[in-house]
Nanobody, 127 residues
């Protein structure tokens, strides 16, 4: 069974940090670009970061650049999103997704290309 499972969310104070994990089962992440997306209350889902399948090239939207870091550990079939200097506006449900794009140094945050999605993990940034 193909599955992506996110974890690591919770309540964090402004300025704090949290690391999200995205674990794949039923397939290997090596051939997939991985994207992180989020959906805040009352807003549309947005792509915030992605990492390519081959050389680990990354992309970040401006709102998280310099604060968030995406990384992958193919041996553990896991992708991470390290989030630092969190702000209340980072409050959202965070999703990871996989796009079959083997041997590529490219990734995108365009949602329609992603084939597999996790169920999401909630991050609340509040004092």
């Amino acid at each position: 069974q193909v599955q992506l499972v996110e974890s690591g969310g919770g309540l964090v104070q402004p300025g704090g940090s949290v690391r999200l994990s995205c674990v794949a089962s039923g397939f290997r992440l090596d051939d997939y670009a991985i994207g992180w997306f989020r959906q805040a209350p009352g807003k549309e889902r947005e792509g915030i970061s992605c990492i390519s399948s081959s050389d680990g090239s990354t992309f970040y939207v401006n709102s998280v650049k310099g604060r968030f870091t995406i990384s992958r550990d193919n041996a553990k079939n896991t992708v991470y999103l390290e989030m630092n200097s969190l702000k209340p506006e980072d409050t959202a449900v965070y999703y990871c997704a996989a796009d079959h794009y083997p041997g590529s140094n490219y990734c995108t945050t365009i949602m329609r290309v992603y084939e597999y999605w996790g169920q999401g993990t909630q991050v609340n940034v509040s004092s």
